[in-house]
């Protein structure tokens, strides 16, 4: 069977040092280090579990999870980032949809020509894959609509991922799994600027333990209330548990960055040899 090779969770904001030089470098060392990781495990494919932040979802068309079908996409390039073109890989993004169809989930397709991916895509593309030589796909999860995907929904698709490339896929393809976004943060709403350190410490405890699947237990409402509207981005590290569910961990770092409004941090997933 295909194997997941490596597998990381990892907040995905960085700003300039103003103010925080010493935290950004403590960050920008954890993002070296988990886009080293993911490209030592030498894997065929990557696969991006994220958010988006306006910049391709619509307000007035609103699609809970999708997944990009396109041979190669090119970043929006918010935050400076080049506008570099990465190698997509339609033939595994159009099997998965066909098999979580048969799962219960209806999922949507972000096309080549109408995705730009934002930095929540770009900036762990630029550490894991800088060449853009790694054909890689994104399973989008959209935060912005209401209401959001249920945690045990996104926890759900983490399984069909993991039985797609357990059953599915070429038995000597390898997998690497990227969850990114959260911790937590509170974005232009009453508590901007907060950072709930003591939730963001517990759960990246919760996930080098091995327990990230208790998150699927909650609510997306208990998550807003304790991680704010931006710690919703929780759902991506969600469904990461539900491809490894039994999986520990170890904490690479954590930073609550106040001058970026934004807990940071990452973990570094144990899986099979």
């Given at each position: 069977?295909?194997?997941?090779?490596?597998?990381y969770c990892q907040s995905h904001i960085m700003f300039n040092p103003?103010?925080?030089?010493?935290?950004?470098?403590?960050?920008?060392?954890?993002?070296?280090?988990?886009?080293?990781?993911?490209?030592?495990?030498?894997?065929?494919?990557?696969?991006?579990?994220?958010?988006?932040?306006?910049?391709?979802?619509?307000?007035?068309?609103?699609?809970?999870?999708?997944?990009?079908?396109?041979?190669?996409?090119?970043?929006?390039?918010?935050?400076?980032?080049?506008?570099?073109?990465?190698?997509?890989?339609?033939?595994?993004?159009?099997?998965?949809?066909?098999?979580?169809?048969?799962?219960?989930?209806?999922?949507?397709?972000?096309?080549?020509?109408?995705?730009?991916?934002?930095?929540?895509?770009?900036?762990?593309?630029m550490f894991s894959n800088p060449t853009g030589e790694i054909p890689?796909?994104?399973?989008?999860?959209?935060?912005?609509?209401?209401?959001?995907?249920?945690?045990?929904?996104?926890?759900?698709?983490?399984?069909?991922?993991?039985?797609?490339?357990?059953?599915?896929?070429?038995?000597?393809?390898?997998?690497?799994?990227?969850?990114?976004?959260?911790?937590?943060?509170?974005?232009?709403?009453?508590?901007?600027?907060?950072?709930?350190?003591?939730?963001?410490?517990?759960?990246?405890?919760?996930?080098?333990?091995?327990?990230?699947?208790?998150?699927?237990?909650?609510?997306?409402?208990?998550?807003?209330?304790?991680?704010?509207?931006?710690?919703?981005?929780?759902?991506?590290?969600?469904?990461?548990?539900?491809?490894?569910?039994?999986?520990?961990?170890?904490?690479?770092?954590?930073?609550?960055?106040?001058?970026?409004?934004?807990?940071?941090?990452?973990?570094?997933?144990?899986?099979?040899?």
């Amino acid at each position: 069977m295909a194997k997941i090779v490596s597998a990381y969770c990892q907040s995905h904001i960085m700003f300039n040092p103003d103010g925080a030089p010493e935290q950004c470098g403590a960050v920008f060392d954890a993002y070296k280090e988990v886009g080293e990781g993911v490209r030592n495990s030498k894997p065929d494919v990557i696969v991006i579990l994220t958010g988006d932040h306006y910049f391709n979802v619509k307000t007035d068309i609103e699609i809970p999870l999708a997944v990009s079908v396109g041979a190669q996409h090119t970043p929006f390039g918010d935050m400076d980032i080049p506008k570099k073109p990465f190698k997509g890989h339609p033939e595994f993004a159009q099997g998965f949809i066909n098999f979580a169809t048969e799962k219960g989930f209806d999922l949507g397709k972000l096309h080549e020509e109408g995705f730009a991916p934002d930095h929540g895509v770009a900036m762990p593309v630029m550490f894991s894959n800088p060449t853009g030589e790694i054909p890689t796909i994104v399973i989008n999860m959209n935060i912005n609509m209401s209401p959001v995907p249920t945690p045990r929904r996104v926890f759900e698709l983490g399984r069909a991922l993991r039985e797609y490339i357990d059953t599915v896929r070429p038995d000597d393809e390898r997998v690497a799994v990227l969850a990114t976004g959260g911790l937590s943060h509170w974005l232009n709403v009453e508590g901007d600027g907060k950072i709930n350190e003591e939730w963001d410490r517990e759960t990246l405890k919760l996930f080098a333990d091995g327990r990230g699947k208790e998150l699927a237990d909650k609510s997306a409402d208990w998550i807003l209330e304790n991680a704010g509207n931006g710690g919703l981005e929780m759902l991506f590290w969600v469904m990461m548990a539900g491809v490894i569910p039994e999986a520990k961990g170890r904490e690479i770092f954590y930073e609550p960055i106040y001058s970026w409004k934004t807990g940071m941090g990452a973990v570094e997933m144990q899986v099979a040899a």
